[in-house]
Nanobody, 125 residues
């Protein structure tokens, strides 16, 4: 069993930065691929980024490529999402998720084993 708790969301002006964290409980964290999804107001949940269990492979949605960076620290059981050059359209609830592979996160619907409760990110114009 893995529990995921996101933090780091908040209100930021357009062009600003935020770093989201997702702390995982359980000894098997390092065996999971991890990802971030988001759901904006009136929108469906969408893939943002994914990282392999080793951290060696990362994937991004086209809408965030070059602005967001996903990383993980297996010693700390934590995955991060560094978000730079934020835009109002990045406003959403951001969710952390764990899956058996990045492939299960990259292609809808996501086949995740665990989800966090989400953290709100609001970007003002």
């Amino acid at each position: 069993q893995v529990q995921l708790v996101e933090s780091g969301g908040g209100l930021v002006q357009a062009g600003g930065s935020l770093r989201l964290s997702c702390a995982a409980s359980g000894r098997t964290f390092s065996t999971y691929a991890m990802g971030w999804f988001r759901q904006g107001p009136g929108k469906e949940r969408e893939f943002v980024a994914a990282i392999s269990w080793s951290g060696g492979d990362t994937y991004y949605a086209d809408s965030v490529k070059g602005r967001f960076t996903i990383s993980r620290d297996n010693a700390k059981n934590t995955v991060y999402l560094q978000m730079n050059s934020l835009k109002p359209e990045d406003t959403a609830v951001y969710y952390c998720t764990a899956a058996q592979s990045t492939r299960e996160l990259r292609y809808p619907p996501p086949k995740s084993d665990y989800w966090g409760q989400g953290t709100q990110v609001t970007v003002s114009s």
